[in-house]
């Protein structure tokens, strides 16, 4: 397969730290641009990293005719614009999550990604994982029987002070940082989307955005999926999958490391899989780089984000009302 020319929208911590790196290793992938509104950052990530361009604004990038995709590492509440301006340009991209801070911004998404004709994607790495693959595939040969129950929990401490994570303005707060995962998941091992929802949250009254939730989510077929999500409890990131017959759980989900696991438990036994060793930020980027090549399907394309920014939308309006609202 050839290399698709990748462009790199900012010059954020994340993208350094962890998917940069992450595009490096991928089969596909040519890191050829990056952008940022500092061209001298730009240029130190194109040293750092080996892109071939460095940028000192995104517009610049995008009117490059040799980038093919875009990765949007940029701050929740800036998605939709530079996903829409990207798509525009002609190309296709990887936007992080959450997609977008409600359903019509996430509606101007689809629909400009539609007219454009490229192929757009949000950045839930964690579906790729073989060790999420392996526990759904149980859950589709009925190794647990029919769901019941589905239990997820996504925390971490964060400091009080200056962060884009505590601003409302830029779709801050702890469900669209890390619930959206939660969601993401049940979507995911239930195959279907949840018809109602009911969710608490502890508001902060100096920043005024979610610092902690929990909630759940009911399914057409009667089960239930359990959550809770924020930044003022310990670091937690598992998942428990029941059924009429037995038990999934991974212990390390989102974030699963050198240490992938997950067991299978029926009939008083465990079966215990392991997946070292795998990179899960790389295996996005060559799935979209393939689908651009090959022309084939994305597996997740806008028309999913939108479904999952349906059920955003319920989980807030029903903090607001303090009700069961519908999806």
């Not at 071939?52 to 490059?64: F, P, R, T, V």
């Not at 009080?160 to 049940?186: F, H, K, T």
């Not at 091992?189 to 969710?199: C, K, L, S, Y």
Request: glycine share 8%.
């Amino acid at each position: 397969m050839r290399n698709v020319k990748w462009g790199v929208l900012g010059c954020a911590a994340f993208a350094k730290n962890t998917s940069i790196p992450a595009m490096q290793r991928a089969s596909g992938v040519e890191l050829y641009g990056i952008a940022s509104r500092d061209l001298s950052k730009a240029e130190a990530f194109a040293k750092e990293f080996g892109f071939k361009k460095a940028y000192g604004s995104y517009e610049e990038m995008l009117a490059d005719p040799e980038i093919e995709a875009v990765y949007n590492p940029l701050p929740n509440g800036m998605h939709p614009e530079w996903t829409i301006k990207t798509v525009q340009a002609g190309k296709h991209s990887i936007t992080e999550k959450p997609f977008a801070a409600n359903v019509n911004e996430m509606i101007a998404v689809h629909e400009a990604t539609q007219k454009a004709g490229v192929k757009v994607m949000e950045a839930f790495m964690w579906r790729f994982h073989p060790m999420n693959l392996r526990a759904r595939q149980w859950v589709q040969e009925g190794a647990i029987g029919k769901i019941r129950l589905f239990r997820t929990a996504f925390t971490f401490t964060i400091a009080r002070a200056s962060n884009i994570r505590l601003n409302p303005a830029l779709a801050g707060g702890g469900i669209m940082d890390v619930g959206c995962y939660c969601i993401s998941e049940a979507r995911y091992f239930f195959g279907t989307e949840p018809i109602e929802v009911f969710t608490r949250a502890d508001i902060d009254p100096e920043y005024n955005v979610d610092m902690l939730a929990s909630g759940s989510m009911l399914f057409p077929d009667g089960g239930r999926a359990l959550f809770d999500c924020g930044f003022e409890l310990p670091y937690r990131c598992d998942y428990e999958i029941v059924g009429e017959k037995g038990r999934i759980y991974c212990p390390n989900a989102i974030l699963p490391g050198e240490q992938a696991e997950v067991t299978l438990t029926r009939n008083g036994e465990t079966t215990r899989e392991t997946f070292p060793g795998i990179n899960q930020w790389s295996l996005e980027f060559e799935h979209l780089s393939r689908s651009v090549v090959e022309s084939t399907p994305l597996a997740y394309d806008t028309e999913d984000a939108i479904r999952q920014q349906k059920v955003i939308d319920a989980v807030y309006r029903s903090i607001q009302s303090g009700n069961v609202e519908k999806v």
